[in-house]
């Protein structure tokens, strides 16, 4: 099996940036993405990208997050600023059928 190994989560202030990444033990061909999921709340999509690096985000973190990946170093990564109280949640890396053992983050209003 993958393992995704995520880090980079944590505590910060409304309107300040975190860097999640998230490092395949072997290389994921499919799309990978991030996942998030507050208490009592369905896990949404924030943002996937192909192999190729064409990336989606969900509505409510366009402009704010990006999401890049690097095959080469089995990589992804999603880049937060900006971000909201509302962005709090544990955020989950994925790709096909392997999910990551998801990272904390918190945002202080």
């Known amino acids: 099996q993958v393992q995704l190994v995520e880090s980079g989560g944590g505590l910060a202030k409304a309107g300040g940036s975190l860097r999640l990444s998230c490092k395949a033990s072997r290389i994921i061909f499919s799309k990978m993405g991030w996942y998030r999921q507050a208490p009592g709340k369905q896990r949404e999509l924030v943002a996937d990208?192909?192999?190729?690096?064409?990336?989606t985000y969900a509505d409510s973190v366009k402009g704010r997050f990006t999401i890049f990946r690097d095959n080469a170093e089995k990589t992804v990564t999603l880049q937060m600023n900006n971000l909201k109280p509302e962005d709090s949640a544990t955020y989950y890396c994925?790709?096909?059928?392997?999910w990551g053992q998801g990272t904390q983050v918190t945002v202080s209003s």
């Open positions: 994925h790709g096909y059928e392997y």
């Open positions: 990208i192909t192999r190729e690096g064409s990336a």
